[in-house]
């Protein structure tokens, strides 16, 4: 399986902000990843898939892919008090593969 | 929506008991994994099924055992608990064989052993 770090954070921003996420993985050859949000004391759910190279935008949010440099980032744009969660990056074990290795995560907290 | 529903959301058992977590999914996913998830580790793999009564080991399947009867559910078994074990649980599933498909979570079981 795949290795997955970030910063555990905490991350702090002022509203309005840009909060920006990293996310490293050990693998080259990976191709596909997933941010998750965890709110406390809540399950994860999936805010963002990327496959290709380069950047994927979705409201608010924008994953970069940099392949070469294996890292994976999550912005937020014009950061809100309720985006104040744990992100979970997750990196499939093996090229199509279901099951996926998860990053310890990194917490933001958005400050009013 | 899919709902993945797990039984419990807390649970104390003492050391030495047996002890099932059970989760059961609405959307017909083939795919269903249980996981636990401690502060600073982040989300480990326990087991994983693909289908009906397959499973497969994921990174920390010690201690522990599953079962698979029927589509739908998806049963953690602790054969003899221990402190170690305590432990946030989660349980998700999924569409089986492309990377793309999230996996969906339940809301989890909070599980201490005494």
């Known amino acids: 399986q795949k290795e997955v770090e970030q910063n555990s954070g905490p991350l702090s921003v002022p509203e309005g902000a840009i909060a920006s996420l990293n996310c490293t993985y050990s693998d080259r050859g990976s191709q596909s990843f997933f941010w998750y949000r965890q709110y406390s004391g809540k399950s994860p759910e999936l805010i963002m898939f990327?496959?290709?190279?380069g950047d994927k935008e979705d409201g608010r949010f924008t994953a970069q892919l940099n392949k070469a440099s294996q890292y994976v980032s999550l912005l937020i744009r014009d950061s809100q008090p309720s985006d104040s969660a744990t992100y979970l990056c997750a990196v499939p074990w093996e090229i199509n593969d279901y099951k996926l290795s998860f990053g310890a995560g990194t917490t933001v907290t958005v400050r009013a | 929506d899919v709902k993945v529903t797990q039984s419990s959301r807390y649970l104390v058992k003492r050391t030495g008991e047996k002890v099932f977590l059970e989760c059961v999914q609405d959307?017909?996913?083939?795919?269903m994994f249980w996981y636990r998830q401690d502060p600073g580790l982040g989300l480990r793999l326990i087991y994983f099924s693909y289908d009906v009564k397959m499973k497969e080991k994921g990174d920390i399947p010690e201690g522990y055992s599953v079962s698979r009867e029927k589509k739908e559910r998806f049963s953690l078994i602790l054969e003899s608990a221990s402190t170690n074990q305590t432990s946030m649980y989660l349980c998700?599933?999924?569409?089986?064989?492309?990377?793309?498909?999230?996996?969906?979570f339940g809301d989890g079981t909070r599980l201490s052993i005494l």
């Open positions: 990327i496959y290709s190279n």
């Open positions: 959307m017909d996913h083939e795919n």
């Open positions: 998700a599933s999924s569409r089986p064989a492309y990377s793309n498909q999230p996996q969906h």
